[in-house]
């Protein structure tokens, strides 16, 4: 995974890559953020960015199914795989 580019005192700067805590704790801090809300809409906003990214490089498709059994833990739907592929 690429660098992360983080805004730090209305600067960015290169950082290591986030693991999952890391990257939720990051996106979801706002009382260190002189824009409060706002820089933490614009930090969810660069992770989210960073997560697409990453799931469509040629390699997270080698990590499919794992992908797939981790996502399929937060997602509780009464939609059936055949109508949730048609859509």
Not at 14 to 19: A, R
Not at 20 to 27: H, K, N, P, V
Not at 51 to 77: C, G, M, Q, V
Request: charged share 30%; hydrophobic share 35%.
């Amino acid at each position: 995974m690429e660098k992360l580019l983080l805004k730090v005192d209305g600067e960015f700067i290169l950082g290591d890559p986030l693991n999952g805590l890391e990257a939720l704790a990051y996106s979801r801090m706002r009382k260190r953020d002189i824009n409060n809300d706002f820089g933490r809409q614009e930090r969810q906003r660069h992770v989210l960015t960073a997560i697409i990214k990453e799931l469509k490089s040629p390699k997270s498709i080698l990590k499919t199914d794992t992908y797939a059994k981790e996502f399929s833990k937060n997602i509780h739907t009464n939609i059936g795989i055949r109508d949730a592929l048609s859509l």
